[in-house]
């Protein structure tokens, strides 16, 4: 089991700016990629920023340039910083870690349980 524990959303002006941190807990050697994902009302989970267990990110389109994901692997946390915040921006972020498959560990997607971020016009 990974224990995952979103923070840092809120209500935000547009053009503002949010850091969003993630932190993992137990068995966290056996976390391989982690990735922050959204969801906003009526639509589907969609994939903001992964990042590899090298520090290799990848950006949704819809973001680049304006967010940012690193990690601090001897913190074993996961960061988000969002500026240039869009209305459209507003949705529950979760944060993501996948466990790599080894003789202690088993490949599993774990989620945390999200937080709101809210960007006003």
């Known amino acids: 089991q990974v224990q995952l524990v979103e923070s840092g959303g809120g209500l935000v002006q547009a053009g503002g700016s949010l850091r969003l941190s993630c932190a993992a807990s137990?068995?966290?050697?056996?976390?391989?990629?982690m990735g922050w994902y959204r969801q906003a009302p009526g639509k589907e989970r969609e994939l903001v920023a992964g990042i590899s267990s090298g520090g290799t990110t990848n950006y949704a389109d819809f973001v680049k340039g304006r967010f940012t994901a690193s990690r601090d692997n001897a913190k074993n946390t996961l960061y988000l910083q969002m500026n240039s915040l869009k209305p459209e921006d507003t949705a529950v972020y979760y944060c993501k870690a996948s466990t790599r498959s080894s003789l202690y560990c088993r490949p599993y997607d774990y989620w945390g349980q999200g937080t709101q971020v809210t960007v006003s016009s």
């Open positions: 137990e068995n966290t050697y056996c976390i391989s990629a």
